[in-house]
């Protein structure tokens, strides 16, 4: 089964609020998104964010630029029905992140355990790839993967943990790490995953 099929399959045999990874309000993301501290007015990216509330947080604050990336359409189409007449002030983009080609350089790029799925080196580095080219100069990069002692599959997929000095060596020079976070994410299970919070900005 190839990776797109996968994840339509997840959505389309569990309600959004039934997956591990979900949170009713993604505080750390939010945390880390008002530390960067950009104009409300530039571009803001969300990758993986198909089903996650981070979009309607965002535009509750008057981000005014938003786009929302996630390889699976069913994901996505939740999240368009939740936010009914706000979904037209998004920017909606199904894709598969590393094969994806950015329309425009964002201010900031936002990515909640997407990242820690790339386990084969291409795919890392294909992603790579895609976040250089858009993300603009002295951008903000925040990603949260699972922590060194996090879940070795999610999913029923292997994952990449990482700590914040694994994370930054795998993201190159190009990035200068400014801020971590450690949570200790509860799934709708009741079982604890840990996961590391990064804030870096584009040299």
Known sequence: MDRKQ???????????AEVSWFQ?????????????????????????????????????????????LD???????????R????????TWIEADVTAFEPPKTYALWHDRAVFHFLVDP?????YRQRLDRGLRSSGHLIIATFALDGPEKCSNLPVQRYSPETLS???????TLVETLSEAHVTPAQK?????YCRFVKR
């Open 6 to 16: 996968h994840w339509e399959n997840v959505y389309a045999q569990k309600q959004p």
């Open 122 to 126: 291409a795919d890392r580095l294909a």
């Open 24 to 68: 009713p309000r993604p505080e750390y993301s939010l945390r880390l998104i008002a530390a960067a501290g950009i104009d409300k007015a530039l571009p803001v990216i969300d990758v993986g964010g198909g089903a996650s509330h981070l979009v309607d947080n965002l535009l509750a604050a008057d981000y005014r630029d938003v786009s929302v």
């Open 192 to 196: 604890a995953q840990h996961f590391v």
């Open 83 to 90: 936010l009914g007449d706000r979904a037209a002030q998004v």
């Open 71 to 81: 390889i699976s359409a069913t994901a996505l189409a939740h999240t368009r029905e």
């Open 169 to 175: 060596a795998e993201l190159g020079g190009g990035y």
